[in-house]
């Protein structure tokens, strides 16, 4: 089994762009343990502002700017939410 798009869009917002991908994956991405691999991203000027991944080795994480933090994933729609809320900061 292959991993099935939950969410794909692109869209322009406040100064730049955001962009959410998500997949339900067969086998979690490791070390991550759940069933989903995404990326979602911030980018303004062509510099990422706000991003949250979880790129296999590093786990589930974000970008805050320049920084690089643990994120706690709990399911998609906090995901969501989490990183909205991060982006309506970033963009004030």
Do not use: C
């Not at 990326?39 to 502002?49: E, F, Q, T």
């Amino acid at each position: 089994m292959s991993a099935t798009p939950i969410l794909i869009d692109k869209h322009a917002f406040g100064a730049g762009f955001v962009q959410i991908i998500i997949w339900r994956v067969p086998q979690p991405v490791p070390p991550s343990e759940h069933g989903f691999k995404y990326r979602l991203v911030y980018v303004v000027d062509g510099a990422r502002v706000v991003g949250y991944d979880n790129e296999r080795g590093k786990g589930d994480h974000k970008h805050l700017g320049e920084e690089e933090m643990p994120y706690a994933f709990v399911d998609v729609p906090i995901l969501l939410r989490d990183f909205w809320n991060d982006v309506m900061e970033a963009a004030r």
